[in-house]
């Protein structure tokens, strides 16, 4: 017997609970959800995806040719192959933060044509912005660059935590903490800022960005200064140099502020107790005291200089922080080692596949909530214990959303949580209540409460959430298994079913098996 669908209201509660167990569920149908074709028989998608970076310094993508093979209602990435990988571009500007976006179309115009691609060939992709592409009308005007391939991309919009947080998978470095059980420290040095990445079992444990870059003080070809950050000028105070616009820096003082640097940058490493001045460059809070990694990878532009890859000169302090960092390394216990990917440790591309939701597993409320697009996913590291503490639930989504850069509540967010035990009154309420705790930045800014289980609960949590803890507009589904870097769109629930289609778009990461497709 096939299970009705069920909508939840509060009439129908009692028939939710009292329905019978020899009912069984409706199967899902799965769907690619760029060309609709049924996946119902396939088990594999291949997809072709681009993974474009745009930052305040460099801006840089990749086209990757993506396999997916199904493993029960999710498909997982199983190949990667890179088909074609741009330069490197500095980020061109036509004021002091306004990216010029014909020339960064022109640079990407060339790149599809030396790739042999044409946006009507991509399936998918990511596109990341970071720095001072994250304003509103620079990301606004590179959003016009990419309109032919609206509704395939996942757009990020990464401030540090974030930007921190994909520089360490993308370097590879949290693959490799749960590869070797070795605790790895991530260094991504761009040119504005460093992010920590403190790395253990395969997860990020803490994380710290600091205002130190290659190019806080940049120059031209005849070392007249032409671009100085306040963290330039602070650098510039504390070595008695002159860093003005036009000033000429000479090689002598070029290295006196790098020594500076690399100074505060290995004392913020160390983590715990440092100089009053380290802190005040911090962007996030420090590493925390006791933190000895195994190993050091240092990843971002200036990578390319520490690794010998790289011996162009960009007119920067990148060369000098390379080799003046590497020497202290040299000296430091933790072993260093190459990261899989230097300057283009981000993502690869985004993977994408819809999956129908058996409307018994469901609970919405209001039906008009629906549909909802692009929701990024949280995964916090919830401990379902025989007692759920609502403390230790909120604890662990407030660390996701920091970590996420999705604590300010400008947009919802879906807390994806993998349910273990009873479903008893008590555990149910110390779930629901610290879940709503944690999401309180969000839930204030009048967004709905989106929970996404991957067991057979979402029904009782979502009628938990509503009727117990008074929220009104709610998304609860189960039966799918998300990470954090997925997004999610939930359709609109069909009529004729009580289902949900539902579009989860993942990013994906360079791994050691990352090939060439010539």
Known sequence: MVRKAVRYDEEEIDRRLIMSDDEEEQGGRIFFSNIGRSMELEDEIVLTSVGIDIGSSTSHLAFSRIVLERLDTRYMVVERTLLHQSDVLLTPYRGDDEIDADALGAFFADQYKAAGITPADIDTGALILTGVAVRRSNARAIGTLFSEETGKFVVVSAGDGLETTLAAFGSGAVALSGRTGQAVLNVDIGGGTSKLAYCAEGTIRHI?????????????????????????????????????????????????????MVDQLFEAMRGGEMSEATVGLHRLPPLPAGLLPDVVTVSGGVSEFLYAEETENFSDLGPLLAQLLRERLENWSPRLEKPEQGIRATVVGASQYTVQVSGSTIFVHPLSLLPVRNIPVIKPAIDFADRIEPSEVAARITESLSRLDLGNGESPVAVCYDWDGSASYRRLDGFCRGVIEGLKPILSRGHPLILVGNGDVGGLVGMHCKLEAGISSLVSIDGIKLDEFDYIDIGAML????????????LVFPDKKLGSGG
């Open 208 to 260: 710290a960005a600091i205002d130190i870059g290659a190019r806080i003080v940049a120059f031209d070809e005849n070392r007249k200064i032409t671009r100085v950050e306040e963290a330039g000028r602070y650098f510039g105070r504390k070595t008695g140099i002159n860093v003005s616009l036009g000033e000429t820096l000479c090689e002598a003082d070029a290295r006196l502020l790098a020594s500076a």
């Open 495 to 506: 009529e004729t079913s009580g289902a949900v289609p539902v579009v989860i778009k993942s």
